[in-house]
């Protein structure tokens, strides 16, 4: 299963952050001397801008990191953190995190280009987190619910033994409390750093979501850009319902693999969230910045005979 080339999916690169262009025509007037101990004032807000790559907007970011990192122009959502996901779904304070210190060791000294150990020492230090997702129980709305949250800052978001334990563990931990579980899936596929043992975490995440469903317990998936290969092939398509960002890619193989295998023209839009919401994969797509919302009514319905 390969893992998707990360140049095909175009979030290898940051928006740089870039400050406001100079006001060109500002009008040639003297200047006054400034009296000493005055300051002039700019109308410009100081801080960082973020140039929107949809509608080429700029965007002053912190009305961005307001509005959950969507912008405010043309609704493009950017990619963001677990940490802020789970910030913005789950009432203040109830988020508690399970398993945080568990961290991937490199069993097989994967090297090639740059080996693995490097690779996860790197991601750490520039994302701040052990691994590519994080997991807790934690309130939404009225409901406390087994959440696992993955980040794509750290490695792509792939899956590998810690993602897949980490996953497992909060399913297994919502079924024995009676929980519903809620995933937000980000991911490049497997991590093939770990080979075999990546790939083991599908059906490992597969199995305790189907004990949990065998226990009359409702899973949500939510699935942003990109949710694709391994983890789209495991958890984040088992949901009794499966919501998505809007224009997320979402897939298995990448379009590239597919057009070689089967030699035949791939329709416009293929792989986005509304090209499968059409077509009956995905049940509904929702905005970022009414996800909480929503989800809470979902579980107001789902929950409604859990005792
Ligand atoms: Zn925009």
């Known amino acids: 299963m390969a893992e998707q080339p990360k140049k095909t999916l175009g979030l290898e690169t940051v928006e740089p952050a870039v400050t406001p262009p100079p006001a060109e025509q500002e009008p040639v007037i ?4 400034v009296s000493p101990g005055t300051t002039r004032k700019r109308d410009i807000p100081q801080g960082l801008w973020t140039k929107c790559p949809e509608c080429e907007e700029m965007i002053f970011d912190k009305e961005l990191e307001e509005n959950e990192k969507v912008c405010p122009h043309c609704s493009h959502h950017f990619q963001t953190t677990a940490y802020a996901r789970i910030a913005s779904l789950t009432e203040p304070e109830s988020f508690e995190e399970f398993d945080a210190d568990m961290m991937s060791v490199d069993t097989l000294e994967f090297t090639g280009t740059a080996a693995y150990a490097d690779k996860l020492v790197k991601h750490r230090e520039k994302t701040g987190l052990k691994d590519a997702v994080i997991t807790g129980i934690g309130r939404i709305g009225s409901h406390e619910v087994g ?7 750290f490695l792509g978001g792939s899956m590998g033994s810690v ?23 980000s991911s490049g596929g497997a991590r093939m750093y770990e080979g075999m043992f990546s790939l083991m975490q599908l059906a490992k995440t597969s199995a305790a979501i189907a004990y949990h469903g065998r226990q009359k317990l409702p899973y949500i998936s939510v699935l942003t850009h990109p949710t694709t290969a391994g983890v789209m092939a495991s958890y984040a398509s088992l949901g009794d319902l499966i ?10 193989a990448g379009p590239r693999v597919i057009k070689d295998t089967t030699q035949s023209e791939l329709p416009e ?3 986005t969230a509304e090209f499968l919401m059409e077509r009956g994969l995905i049940d509904a797509i929702i905005p970022r910045t009414e996800l909480k919302k929503r989800l809470s009514e979902y579980l107001d319905y789902l929950c409604g005979n859990l005792g």
């Open 269 to 271: 839009g293929f792989q």
């Open 147 to 153: 959440l696992a949250v993955m980040d794509f800052n």
């Open 243 to 252: 919501i998505s960002e809007p224009k997320a890619m979402i897939g298995f």
């Open 30 to 33: 003297e200047k006054k001397p």
């Open 163 to 185: 993602v897949g334990e980490k996953i497992t563990r909060i399913v297994e931990a919502a079924t024995e409390r009676r929980l519903p579980a809620v995933i937000i899936s």
